[in-house]
């Protein structure tokens, strides 16, 4: 069974940074595309970030320039770099698979429980 651990999510101020990691089991991470997305309160379900198994990198547009993702395969491990975070980031923020095959930054079918990023004006 595919689990997704995640952590390092927090309470920082507007500008601050934070490093999001989760640790993948039941999944080679050098095979699969994995990512990001994030939720928030009476707010549609966003994708963040990808990063394919040949380390092709996605990005939604409010993002770029601001977040990396990349991963550790030896560890199995995905990460998140959140730099000049706004508050609009405020979101709990789950890692993803797609064990279909597919890397669309849109639809990640398998994510974890999350962690909670909140960011204070």
């Known amino acids: 069974q595919v689990e997704l651990a995640e952590s390092g999510g927090g309470s920082v101020q507007a500008g601050g940074s934070l490093r999001l990691s989760c640790a993948a089991s039941g999944v080679t991470s050098s095979s699969v595309c994995m990512g990001w997305l994030r939720q928030a309160p009476g707010k549609e379900r966003e994708g963040v970030a990808t990063?394919?198994?040949?380390?092709?990198?996605s990005y939604a547009d409010s993002v770029k320039g601001r977040f990396t993702i990349s991963k550790d395969n030896a560890k199995n491990t995905l990460y998140l770099q959140m730099n000049s975070l706004k508050p609009e980031d405020t979101a709990m923020y789950h890692c993803?698979?797609?064990?279909?095959?597919?890397?669309?930054?849109?639809?990640?079918?398998?994510w974890g429980k999350g962690t909670l990023v909140t960011i204070s004006s």
């Open positions: 993803a698979v797609d064990l279909r095959g597919y890397c669309f930054l849109h639809d990640l079918d398998y």
């Open positions: 990063i394919d198994s040949d380390g092709t990198t």
